[in-house]
């Protein structure tokens, strides 16, 4: 089993419409769960983080958390074109008194026009 | 704020050679993680480096290693090459190391 396991896609969804992405975890310690956004060619773009159950808003984004479940969610709303592009989510946690943040393989969303 | 910087940005190496690739992150972060991006691999977590120590190892063999300097500046060095090492090499710096990590543009090693 994968530390962090992602749909791989490709998920398609119109323009405007919402997108939902999710992630779990294997690790119930996790304590800081992220979202990144990769373009093609480019390197990872924080979009959110969220530390706490429950919903984060921010913008069209909106990450949910439910550690119980050992699941991470991000919503985009009125999604555009510019958002086709590689969603990678990363969980964090303790480990040898330093941290450690593993990455899902990402899930590749494609907005229509 | 300046954002996190990677030198070089390219790399072509020849097998069997070393190299040193090099992160300074964002003023005031005292984390550095480094990360290989393959096509099948995805993101695979190197090592983390907090205060100049080495925290964390993912699992890479020993050609593989890093260090932290006292300006939190990191570098990462590969001995030995092989062509499965072409990959791109990412740094991220964090104020704690587990809080929001921002990564630099990368270096494209590729080993011919």
């Known amino acids: 089993q994968k530390e962090v396991e992602q749909n791989s896609g490709p998920l398609s969804v119109p323009e405007g419409a919402i997108a939902s992405l999710n992630c779990t975890y294997s690790?119930?310690?996790?304590?800081?769960f992220f979202w990144y956004r990769q373009y093609s060619g480019k390197s990872p773009e924080l979009i959110m983080s969220?530390?706490?159950?429950g919903d984060k808003e921010d913008g069209r984004f909106t990450a949910q958390l439910n550690k119980a479940s050992q699941y991470v969610s991000l919503l985009i709303r009125d999604s555009q074109p510019s958002d086709s592009a590689t969603y990678l989510c990363?969980?964090?946690?303790?480990?040898?008194?330093?941290?450690?943040?593993?990455f899902g393989a990402g899930t590749r969303l494609f907005v229509k026009a | 704020k300046a954002g996190v910087t990677q030198t070089p940005r390219y790399l072509i190496k020849t097998r069997g050679q070393q190299v040193t690739l090099s992160c300074s992150p964002i003023?005031?972060?005292?984390?550095v993680s480094w990360y290989q991006q393959t096509p099948g691999q995805g993101l695979q977590f190197l090592f983390e480096?907090?205060?100049?120590?080495?925290?964390n190892k993912g699992n890479f063999p020993g050609r593989f290693s890093g260090r932290q300097f006292s300006n939190s500046r990191s570098e990462m060095n590969v001995s030995t090459l092989e062509l499965g090492d072409s990959a791109l090499y990412l740094c991220?710096?964090?104020?704690?190391?587990?809080?929001?990590?921002?990564f630099g543009q990368g270096t494209r090693l590729t080993v011919v």
């Open positions: 690790d119930r310690v996790s304590q800081s």
């Open positions: 480096y907090f205060s100049e120590t080495q925290r």
């Open positions: 969220i530390y706490s159950n």
């Open positions: 003023s005031g972060h005292r984390s």
């Open positions: 991220a710096s964090s104020f704690r190391g587990n809080t929001e990590a921002f």
């Open positions: 990363a969980v964090n946690r303790d480990s040898n008194g330093g941290f450690k943040t593993i």
